[in-house]
């Protein structure tokens, strides 16, 4: 019964709206109805500048790092990993807007930080690389999306099956995406300091 408790409050951890709730006490409207209709922190960055963008990134991190570290003090990793799932799976399906949320990939680099920090750096720098040479946050996901799943393996298949099933979430919240990659018509980041 503590399982299912915990991984309730997981999920609604995760199903908070910081991007939503920030940008509307900023003034700066509705933001799902603002360039892609994602709350995340790329489109915050949109209408509200990099530091509000920073600070949504670093609050959807957080809420995905306590859900980790309580799984993990109650059951240990594996278990922390499956509450970051459900905290990834909030964040994607907020039940507070009807289930249309955003992608979760600041999410997915919480349980990686509260995982193991050496993760964190890894994929971190790794987007940071693709994202920045290509313009492309969405190519840089998607290659994090690779490189966690695999280097998850190494810490053990306990913890390498949960980070898997979370990724491939994200790569299917990432569908659109990965066709407007494919067609050449994807969007470039627009780095806007502030709004």
């Avoid at 489109?43 to 799984?71: T, Y």
């Avoid at 964190?120 to 994090?144: D, K, N, Q």
């Amino acid at each position: 019964m503590l399982y299912i408790f915990i991984l309730i409050v997981s999920y609604l951890l995760g199903s908070i709206p910081f991007g939503l709730i920030l940008t509307r006490v900023f003034g700066h409207g509705d933001l799902r109805q603002v360039g892609s209709g994602n709350i995340g922190a790329t489109n915050v960055m949109r209408v509200g500048g990099l530091r509000m963008a920073a600070l949504v990134w670093l609050l959807d991190m957080a809420k995905a790092i306590v859900a980790v570290l309580i799984g993990s003090a109650f059951f240990g990793d594996a278990f922390g990993v499956w509450c970051g799932f459900a905290a990834v799976v909030g964040h994607c399906f907020p039940i507070w807007l009807r289930f249309h949320g955003g992608k979760g990939v600041s999410c997915l680099f919480g349980i990686l930080l509260a995982l193991n920090p050496w993760l964190f750096i890894i994929c971190g720098i790794e987007w940071l690389i693709v994202a920045l040479s290509t313009g492309y946050s969405s190519l840089g996901a998607l290659t994090v999306f690779a490189v966690s799943s695999i280097l998850a393996f190494v810490l053990g298949v306990n913890i390498g099956v949960p980070m898997l099933i979370i990724v491939l979430l994200e790569v299917w919240k990432h569908r659109e995406n990965i066709g407007r990659l494919i067609g050449g018509t994807e969007s470039k980041i627009t780095w806007r300091w502030k709004k």
